[in-house]
């Protein structure tokens, strides 16, 4: 058995998901079996944002044709921050055997982007802690937290109005043009938050003589990522309801049908400049054969902050608190969580946990979570205890 035998960090709080502005504090742990020279014990709590990728490029021509990968990628920095919790750093120390906690206490900076992950990009909070051991392997442990930026439905103009598309397309039947398929797809809002039900309404006519084989609503992700050179977008479905199919001549018509928003994270994903996320619901209407799908996209906003009047629908005993006088002084930094608004619960992000090891981490040398998904404000509505 070795020297070291727990070597955690261990927050106060019993969810490790904070805002933009929140203190966090814990306690690294250090359970040793026998003495140990180290220089100290530090703890290093870093935020920053990260994306990569390759693409493959052909050069030249003929004989002289070959293909280079290219990578593309940019960082940004929120902080970094470290705390020497133990020994002088430089030089070394003897830590005796036995059980030892070493506090912490960190204030985030305001105006953090969300927590964010995925296999091109990334907005990751971590605690690594080290025990810095001259001529010989340091010890490492890591932990992952959720930050969550405020993003507030009440403040985005157009999160309360409804919204609506539609479109048309004619299909081609052997030589002759059929008649059109034509949809109108409606929402009676732009502003969501996760947990929140979307009521999807639309009406399509098939005035062809194919048959449509089924129409769909998707609720689509789209994120940009930003590299110092280039943009890549990406697109992916992160929920979706269908109905049957539509025959010639048919009409159909989606009356209320309900789609429950999933644990995502907020659109734009204030704060980061390499990395944007923007959300649509797509209507989908699928002819048979081969043909392109009518489709008639509807901008969304999935917000942190749901719309007042969304939780007097739900509460109507709730009445929202009055104005505050301005005041000519300075005023406090934020609230960090809303205090008139039932309260959140958070769920694991709809795509779920990915791999977050680094360059150094891939020792046995490092301890901590070695897989992590960030997780979301989710309300819940049908088991809010706000009453």
Not at 52 to 79: D, L
Not at 145 to 160: C, E, F, G, K, R
Request: glycine fraction near 6%; hydrophobic fraction near 35%; aromatic fraction near 10%.
């Amino acid at each position: 058995m070795g020297k070291l035998k727990t070597f955690a960090i261990t927050l106060h709080s019993p969810t490790p998901v904070y805002y933009a502005g929140q203190t966090i504090d814990g306690v690294v742990t250090v359970e040793l079996n026998d003495s140990m020279k180290m220089r100290g014990v530090k703890l290093e709590f870093t935020g920053r944002a990260y994306v990569h990728w390759t693409e493959q490029h052909s050069t030249g021509s003929g004989k002289t044709r070959r293909t280079e990968t290219r990578h593309y990628s940019a960082t940004e920095i929120y902080f970094n921050f470290e705390f020497l919790l133990f020994g002088p750093g430089t030089g070394s120390t003897l830590l005796q055997a036995g059980h030892h906690t070493f506090p912490f206490t960190y204030t985030l900076p305001q105006n953090l982007p969300s927590s964010y992950e995925s296999s091109i990009g990334n907005v990751r909070y971590q605690l690594k802690a080290k025990i810095d051991k001259p001529w010989k392997f340091d010890h490492k442990t890591k932990r992952m937290i959720t930050v969550i930026s405020m993003l507030d439905l009440n403040q985005q103009p157009a999160a309360a109005a409804a919204v609506q598309g539609q479109n048309s397309k004619n299909l081609c039947c052997l030589c002759c043009k059929s008649g059109p398929i034509s949809a109108v797809f409606h929402v009676d809002r732009a502003g969501y938050v996760p947990g929140d039900t979307v009521f999807l309404n639309a009406e399509i006519s098939n005035n062809s003589s194919r048959r449509m084989c089924a129409s769909r609503v998707k609720l689509i992700m789209i994120t940009s990522y930003h590299a110092t050179t280039k943009t890549r977008t990406d697109f992916k479905c992160v929920a979706s309801l269908s109905r049957g199919e539509i025959p010639p001549h048919g009409d159909d018509v989606w009356s209320g049908d309900q789609m429950i928003i999933p644990a995502i994270p907020p659109s734009y994903l204030v704060g980061c400049s390499i990395i944007d996320i923007r959300y649509i619901l797509q209507l989908e209407v699928d002819p048979s054969g081969p043909a392109f799908d009518l489709e008639v996209p509807l901008e969304i906003i999935i917000g942190t902050i749901p719309l007042r009047q969304v939780v007097q629908r739900y509460y109507p005993q709730w009445q929202p608190p009055p104005a505050q006088p301005a005041r000519a002084e300075p005023s406090a930094p934020p609230a960090v969580t809303p205090p008139d608004l039932p309260p959140p619960s958070y769920a694991e992000c709809v795509f779920g946990k990915v791999t977050i090891g680094e360059d150094d981490d891939d020792n046995e040398h490092m301890g901590g979570d070695k897989i992590f998904a960030p997780s979301y404000t989710y309300y819940d509505w049908s088991k809010s205890s706000f009453k």
